[in-house]
């Protein structure tokens, strides 16, 4: 009765057991899947980040470092009933505040009661030293350190630039993959120029982890470990001190200081007028006093060196000099009657030669100058003449960095614009123009637009007769003492060198006995000039470079106060406190300095 | 002395070398799972599990030595006083035991706890054994077929009440013995399509594709089988029955099973809706194995079972930690392993003139069967999660001992089969 149950029994078992040998050769030899699975699960990249690089004055003073910040973490597997009301007033945020972090560390995707979970980022050495008193009162909640920068004054914020956690967007252009969301990134200035350079190398520690995120040891001994790089650190040209100096002189004014030394286009100050305090953009407040700042109407994080475009004004004429000589349309002799028909002028010369000319600033000369330049009378019709002289004179201007960005190392560097033959098609509708339409050129009104930062390479070129470096912050990266290679490069003018001998003297005498005479020092010949840039209705903006000495210069240096009037008085007073501080390390003429603190350039009206 | 050689010598020797190797490969494996390389403590240290497995293995070769020497005629004359004895036990449990993991199965001596319910298998197993082999049992009697479920479901019932539902569900296997014994197969039969029909409810998410399917298939059959009344009357309540089946299932998973037991079930049909979740236990366990490979990461180099991925890994899951560390290889030796296991029961079972044993060897046999199936087929996904251990593998002190027993005995009756014979 009971034939062939015993086999059946037997074949059911032995079906079973071939039913899990072909399953499990289907999961564990077939699919792939589950290995990456379980490496995914157990293993752990713990990223060791590395110190972002120092950045240094010339002397090598700490502009900026590094100090330690603290995030405030929470293992909610440790977490006890707490009093809610106090834990708000020690962390100083709103139930609201704490009610809606612990939803959204609930909602997260990582989110594990046995894993550290961010609460609070960013609190400063004071917030915890206040907190840490308090934090056994609080179980579960543990202090991580981090670094964040700080910055050893208020100077050079524009320059530098700030550092604060990369946004979305940013992470998800990022093409190269290196940033992680709450990694550090540079956002402006020479943090974001440089990132690359600060930033350093992440290290990765592989980790074992177990089901609850607990670490239980290294993978493979630390083989596949790495070390983090720190970044590294950067020297600038800036002298600290004349920085601070140069932001002193412009507290209260509105405008630019860019100095630079012509033997190597480093830049020793950079002032942008009015500024902020760098360490405001860091730590926890960073956003709340970001927005504060932005919305500023002064505009404290328009970095005016390179970003204002302004006319140049009468230190253009230095320029237009230079490349009438160089085109052979004057002589440094060739008079020219100083008519005052078309333009009006000022002093009371008559007719000057070039040297004159320069020194007393005269309008109707290098309205005369400009002329001859561009209708030199190669062709009979005056409208082709003065476009083939305005090309000729735009390849000279233009040799001297003007119109287009000298590639500082900085972000935003805008381009001025020096006018050119299609410009002024498009202008007139592609309607003939000739001189008399674009002559106020001549005197660096009309359409030249220049940023401070040219003006002070202007001069550095005059200083270095004929030749520049691109002006640079950073004069050294790292280990190797180098700056980048674009900054080792000389950059020629069309002008001949001997050309510029012309216009130094003129510039000596302007600041020995013309329109720059608040810029004169005891020992130290200042080569420099005015410039005063119509700004109806407003009170003109003062314009003054110059650079000093006038043997083997140290500092060339340009200065912009918007709406105050004269060059001579506020531009010219603090460029040569500027070059004095440089120098000297300090000022001899207490009351010049007085003056340009008093700031009342203007005359009473 | 003379009769104790007898008997070890006439002990199975086939079967206690593959006890032997079952219960060394599973202290190895309980090792394997709470070895630390941080700590690094050797598989003998207390501290462990594996050095507790050791001192439970060292009892369980006393408690052989004690099954061996006790008087043959014990096991099958206190047969029913020993399932009083159970009963009452089981009784108990869930009024003076202890809660561990849940679950109110054990009971406390000292220190100790051992479950009842793992020494309730043995205890049925003889009690079932000495039923069917009295005199003037039938199986076609439908008193005696009523009294021997009653055997097996009050101790099942007992164990329910301790919502030990994994225990409770092994009693189910006796069915195997009851069907070698000659019980008509139509019970399985049901069970298993009843079985295959609630999977498919599942499975197929629009019911009416089943419904459909039932008709279209009572309609092939009447229309192509032969046309008597009866037959027809027959499958068509059949189909109708079938159809009630399916719309139930809804309502039972649902309603009847506990909110644990549903998701195990979910789990099962789709791992994927939430691994995180319900579907965690089994997601994990497969890849543990999956991530083993050919050959396995090597002796104590697993990282899903050691780190805790996997849950129960020293008991219930304790599979996984062979399928990550010994890869296909290993899972083979010790699928092999059972497969020879439960087949020399069943050869020893069939060498028997007497019913007693026979019918014992059976039961125990489909005990181990059972737990074989259901703990690899949840470990790789083929059958919910149903918290019972790998015999021999697992850890535990009481599992151990329950399944040494059961084995024990059953060599026990074998090493007298020819004295039995002479007795009768």
């Known amino acids: ?605 | 002395m003379k009769r104790e050689d007898n008997i070890s010598g006439s002990l199975d020797w086939p079967t206690i070398g593959l006890y032997l190797a079952l219960v060394l490969l599973g202290w190895i494996n309980i090792y394997a799972v709470v070895y630390d390389e941080g700590v690094h403590q050797p598989i003998f240290s207390f501290t462990l599990n594996s050095g507790r497995q050791l001192v439970f293995i060292v009892a369980s070769f006393f408690i052989i030595m004690g099954i061996v020497i006790l008087d043959l005629r014990f096991y099958e004359t206190f047969a029913y006083v020993l399932y009083g004895l159970i009963l009452v036990l089981l009784f108990l449990v869930p009024i003076i035991g202890k809660e561990v993991g849940g679950n109110k199965a054990w009971i406390g001596i000292g220190s100790f706890g051992v479950q009842p319910s793992e020494f309730a298998k043995f205890v049925v197993a003889l009690a079932v054994a000495k039923y069917i082999s009295s005199v003037g049992f039938r199986m076609d009697n439908l008193r005696n077929q009523a009294i021997l479920f009653g055997i097996i479901g009050l101790p099942m019932a007992l164990i329910l009440l301790q919502k030990d539902t994994g225990t409770a569900l092994v009693f189910t296997s006796f069915i195997f013995v009851f069907f070698r014994e000659g019980m008509s197969p139509f019970l399985m039969i049901v069970g298993i399509c009843a079985a295959a029909i609630f999977i498919l409810t599942l499975l197929i998410p629009n019911q009416l594709y089943l419904h459909g399917g039932i008709i279209i298939l009572l309609v092939l059959l009447i229309g192509f089988g032969k046309k008597k009344f009866k037959r027809i009357a027959i499958l068509t309540v059949g189909a109708i029955i079938i159809m009630g089946v399916i719309e139930s299932v809804d309502y039972v998973v649902t309603d009847v099973l506990k909110p644990h037991q549903q998701n195990r079930v979910k789990a099962l049909i789709n791992p994927d809706a939430d691994p995180l979740g319900f579907g965690w236990n089994v997601t994990q366990s497969k890849i543990a194995i999956g991530s083993g490979g050919f050959f396995g990461k090597g002796f104590l180099k697993g990282t899903q079972t050691k780190f805790d991925f996997v849950p129960e890994q020293s008991t219930d899951f304790i599979f996984c930690t062979i399928g990550e560390e010994h890869g296909w290889v290993g899972s083979l030796v010790v699928v092999v392993l059972f497969v020879a296991l439960l087949l020399r029961i069943i050869f020893i079972a069939e060498r028997q003139k007497n019913r007693f044993t026979r019918v014992y060897a059976y039961s125990i046999a489909s005990i181990f069967f059972f737990h074989f199936a259901v703990n690899i087929g949840m470990t790789v996904g083929l059958f919910p999660v149903i918290g019972i251990p790998l015999p021999f593998f697992s850890y535990g002190g009481s599992s151990l001992w329950g399944f040494t027993i059961l084995l024990f005995i059953l060599l026990k009756l074998d090493a007298h089969r020819g004295q039995v014979l002479q007795r009768i």
């Open chain 1, 1 to 605: 009765m009971n034939e062939g149950r015993k086999e059946i029994l037997q074949i059911v078992i032995v079906l079973v057991a071939l039913v899990f040998l072909v399953k499990l050769f289907f999961i564990q030899v077939v699919d792939e899947r589950y290995a990456e699975l379980s490496d995914s699960n157990a293993i752990l990249r713990q990223t060791e980040y590395p110190v972002r690089g120092l950045i240094k004055d010339r002397h090598g003073k700490l502009i900026v470092y590094n100090i330690p910040e603290f995030n405030l973490e929470v293992l909610l597997k440790d977490v006890k009933r707490f009093d809610s009301a106090k834990f708000c007033a020690v962390f100083e945020i709103s139930r609201e505040e704490l009610r809606k972090k612990f939803k959204e560390m609930k909602a997260r995707k990582e989110y594990s009661r046995f894993k550290p979970t961010l609460f609070l980022s960013q609190l400063s050495t004071t917030d915890f030293a206040k907190i840490q008193d308090y934090l056994d009162e609080f179980p579960g909640f543990y202090v991580q350190p981090r670094t964040t920068r700080a910055y050893s004054s208020a100077a050079l914020a524009n320059a530098l630039g700030y550092v604060s956690e990369i946004s979305k967007t940013k992470l998800e252009n990022d093409a190269s993959k290196i940033y992680k969301q709450g990694d550090y990134i540079g956002q402006s200035g020479i943090e974001a120029f440089y990132e690359e350079q600060l930033r350093g190398t992440r290290g990765v520690r592989i980790k074992l982890r177990n089901v609850k995120g607990i670490i239980k040891g290294s993978f493979k001994y630390g083989a596949y470990d790495t070390l983090s790089i720190p970044g590294q650190d950067l020297i600038t040209g800036i002298d600290l001190e004349l920085q601070k100096y140069g932001e002193y002189l412009m507290g209260g004014k509105s405008g630019s200081i860019a100095a630079i030394e012509p033997s190597s286009g480093e830049i020793l100050a950079l002032v942008s007028g009015p500024s902020y305090d760098p360490n405001l953009l860091t730590g926890r407040r960073y956003s709340s006093n970001f927005r504060l700042i932005s919305s500023d109407t002064n505009k404290p994080l328009f970095n005016r060196p390179l970003m204002a475009q302004y006319r140049p004004g009468s230190i253009f004429k230095i320029a237009q000099a230079m490349t009438a000589l160089q085109e052979g349309v004057i002589t440094p002799e060739t008079r020219i009657r100083c008519d005052r028909s078309l333009i009006d002028c000022h002093g009371d010369h008559t007719n000057e030669d070039l040297r004159g000319a320069i020194t007393n600033s005269c309008n109707p000369y290098f309205l005369g100058v400009l002329r001859k330049m561009l209708n030199k009378g190669v062709i009979n019709d005056p409208f082709k003449d003065t476009r083939i002289g305005l090309a000729e004179w735009d390849k000279h201007i233009m040799s001297f960095g003007f119109g287009k960005p000298l590639g500082i190392d900085l972000p935003n560097e805008k381009n001025g614009l020096v006018p050119t033959p299609e410009m002024y098609d498009q202008a007139y509708h592609n309607r003939p123009w000739k001189f008399s339409n674009i002559y106020s050129i001549a005197i660096g009104e009309g359409e030249n637009l220049v940023v401070p930062l040219q003006m002070a390479n202007f001069v550095a070129t005059i200083a270095n007769r004929g030749y520049y470096y691109a002006p640079h912050i950073v004069k050294a990266i790292g280990k190797d003492q180098k700056p980048l290679p674009q900054y080792l490069i000389r950059h020629y003018t069309t002008i001949d060198s001997a050309n510029f001998r012309v216009a130094i003297d003129a510039m000596q005498r302007v600041v020995d006995a013309g329109t720059g005479m608040r810029a004169k020092l005891q020992d130290i010949i200042v080569c420099g000039k005015t410039g005063t840039v119509q700004n109806d209705p407003l009170p003109a903006h003062a314009v003054f470079i110059a650079f000093a000495p006038r043997e083997n210069p140290k500092i060339a240096i340009s200065v912009y106060v918007e709406d105050s009037g004269q060059g001579g008085r506020s531009a010219a007073s603090i460029a040569s406190l500027m070059i004095e501080k440089y120098l000297l390390g300090h000022t001899k003429r207490p009351y010049i300095e007085q003056y340009v603190m008093a700031g009342k350039f203007l005359d009473p009206k």
